[in-house]
């Protein structure tokens, strides 16, 4: 499918207290509505549409609130496409002479009006580096102050894999759910199979998903402390009562396949690089 | 913790009531500065409370951007009516209680909401 593109711009003017957050509620609201209207944005929920639009808003909202609180006038652009949100926040102001300075958490020049209303804690530029994926300012004293930042879908850019939900793979690979009462809403983004506990415990990443055959109750106690939320048991493997009531008293998910490792693992791995 | 139990337990008054109905508040969150709760973004644990001074329009925009439902105004701080009517227009619940932040807080743990877990980045 061709790749579609959208471009939204808000000005944005210096000391409009009142209006301050508004370009970022309105972007927000254009974005959202894509999510749910477009075509190539609609599997975006499959990927947690709400951490994305949520870390989005919050870089937009510092990055406007600065054009507010320490610039003449400005322009808020936001480019949006399937993989990724692209704000652009270009002002006319004083700049920032101390790139270094500015990037201190709890440096400030806001007034007293701006620290009145809750701003000016001089963790801004920090918040942004810190949620968006990418970020990107140039400033230039006396003339003004550019900031990019981009925030890409949800932890695609660790491992390169896709955060799914636990619901989301029990039924792409028609898992039978064994557990009953436990949150499905969960997500994870790797997986580890392996039959020898000591291996899991040394080996298995944190908050994985676990594949094996083992059905021992100890497998629990494995998965506790390697807080992995949800254990798929392979090729239809017979599960103890006991091993049952521990998953449930844990809050652990135990999902059963007729298939064997090899084949759930190759399916889950496709899972997780689709795209 | 229904909104109800909130309103009792900090005899708080109500200065806008639309919201999501029977909405059942889990966490809670307590800041005067807008970026500290900026920096909460929980993704998970919903839904959540988040109790400010703050009284200005800005506090209802944090509460959109963050996707919190109800806000709960502390001091006994004068409501704008702005700001009201933007928590109206974004149907966002928003209360007022003469308790200060800290006995806020105190009174809401004790009832059993939970500080809101922040993911460290
Ligand atoms: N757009 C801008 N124009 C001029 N100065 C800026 C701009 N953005 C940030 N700064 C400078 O960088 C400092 C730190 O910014 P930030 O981390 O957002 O904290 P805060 O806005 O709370 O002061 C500001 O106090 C200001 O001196
Ligand atoms: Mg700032």
Known sequence: ???????????????????????????????????????????????????????????????????????????????????????????????????????????STASETAKSLGFGAGVGLNNIQKIADFTMLHSEKGKGTSLQFEVWKAKDNEIGRIAMKIKQIIKALKLELVTKNVDMEKEVKSAYSCDLLSNVLAKAGDESTWLTVQTNMNIIG???????????????????????????????????????????????YELFQKE | MKIKTIIDVTKA?????????????????????????????SREEEPVLLISG??????????????????????????????????????IIMLKTYYIMFVTCGLLYKEGLKGAPWQKR
């Open chain 1, 222 to 268: 494995v998965a506790t402390i390697k807080k992995i939320p949800i254990i798929i048991i392979a090729e239809n493997s017979t599960i103890p009562e006991q091993t049952i009531a521990k998953a449930e008293e844990n809050g652990i998910i135990i999902a059963k396949g007729k298939e064997d490792t090899f084949t759930i693992s190759g399916k889950l």
């Open chain 2, 54 to 91: 703050i009284t200005d329009q800005s506090v209802v925009r944090t509460a959109v951007i963050l996707d919190i439902p109800a806000v709960l105004i502390v001091r006994g701080k004068t409501v704008p009516q702005k700001t009201i009517e933007l928590a109206k227009k974004n149907n």
């Open chain 2, 13 to 41: 008054e109500i200065l806008q009531k639309n919201g999501i109905t029977g909405i059942d508040i889990k966490y809670a969150f307590a800041a005067d500065l807008m970026s500290d709760t900026l920096f909460i973004i």
């Open chain 1, 1 to 107: 499918m061709a790749e579609k593109i959208k471009i939204f711009q808000f000005p944005i003017k210096g000391a409009d207290f009142e209006h301050i957050g508004n370009a970022t509620i309105e972007t927000r609201k254009l974005v959202k509505t894509s999510f749910t209207e477009e075509e190539c944005f609609k599997n975006a929920s499959f990927f947690s549409s709400r951490d994305l639009l949520r870390r989005f808003g919050i870089c937009a909202y510092e990055a406007e609130a600065n054009v507010i609180i320490h610039a003449h006038y400005g322009l808020f652009k936001t480019i949006l496409c399937c993989k990724k949100i692209k704000g652009e926040v270009i002002d006319r102001g004083p700049g920032i002479p101390s790139i270094l300075n500015a990037l201190t958490p709890g440096f």
